[in-house]
C-alpha cells in the first residue's frame, strides 16, 4: 500500500543535506541537554516525527538545510536511498519521545543521557556520514527483518564509511 502524496519520503537524498541537518539536530540536542526541560525534547522529537513524516518537507532544520546550507554554503552531492535515512529519522524521533518521557516523569538525567547518545549518532553523520541508523537498515534488510522491497535501491549500493551510496547508473535512473 502506497503512502498518500503529502507523507512520501525522498528517494534519493542528497546525504550533505542529511549531514546538515545532523548538524543543527546537535545544536538544539546540546540546548536541550543545558536547559533540561521536557518542551526542549518534545521540539527536538517534533522535528524527528516532521521529519519521518515527510522529508525535508515539513521540517524547519530539513528546508534549511536542502535549500540554503548544502545548496549555498557547501555545494555538494551525494545521493544515497532515501528509506535508510528514514529509518535513521525514526530512529532519532523514537530517542526522542524517551528523552521526553523521562522528562515528564522526573528522569532529567535519564533524558539527559538519551539525547547524548543521540547527539554521538548525529555528530558521525554530521562530521563523517556515518549513519547509525542507515547501518542498523541494512543489517535489518539483510536479515530479511525488513523486506528488499522496502528499498531495492539498497540492494545495490557501495559502502561508504557506513553510508550507502548509489553506484553511478542510479544517477541515470538504472538503479
Known amino acids: 500500500m502506497a503512502l498518500p502524496k503529502a507523507l512520501e519520503f525522498p528517494n534519493p537524498v542528497n546525504d550533505y543535506a542529511a549531514r546538515a541537518t545532523a548538524g543543527l539536530v546537535i545544536l538544539l540536542a546540546v540546548a536541550a541537554i543545558v536547559v533540561n526541560q521536557w518542551w526542549l525534547y518534545a521540539i527536538l522529537a517534533l522535528g524527528f516525527a516532521l521529519r519521518v513524516a515527510g522529508g525535508p518537507k515539513y521540517s524547519p532544520f530539513g528546508r534549511l538545510s536542502v535549500h540554503y546550507i548544502v545548496p549555498k554554503l557547501w555545494r555538494k552531492e551525494k545521493l544515497v536511498p532515501g528509506p535508510p535515512k528514514r529509518f535513521a529519522q525514526t530512529v532519532g524521533l523514537v530517542f526522542g519521545l524517551v528523552a521526553t518521557a ?54 545495490n549500493v557501495q559502502l561508504d564509511h557506513g553510508a550507502a551510496t548509489l553506484k553511478v547508473d542510479a544517477l541515470h535512473g538504472k538503479v
Not at 535489518?140 to 527483518?145: A, M, N, S, T, Y
Not at 525488513?146 to 531495492?152: D, G, L, R
Request: glycine share 12%; charged share 10%; aromatic share 12%.
Open 102 to 155: 523521562f522528562s515528564l516523569t522526573g528522569h532529567g538525567l535519564a533524558a539527559q543521557i538519551t539525547i547524548g547518545l543521540l547527539i554521538v549518532a548525529a555528530f558521525l553523520e554530521f562530521a563523517f556520514g556515518i549513519c547509525l541508523g542507515c547501518i542498523t537498515f541494512g543489517f535489518l534488510q539483510r536479515r530479511g527483518i525488513i523486506p528488499e522491497s522496502v528499498c531495492e535501491a539498497c540492494n
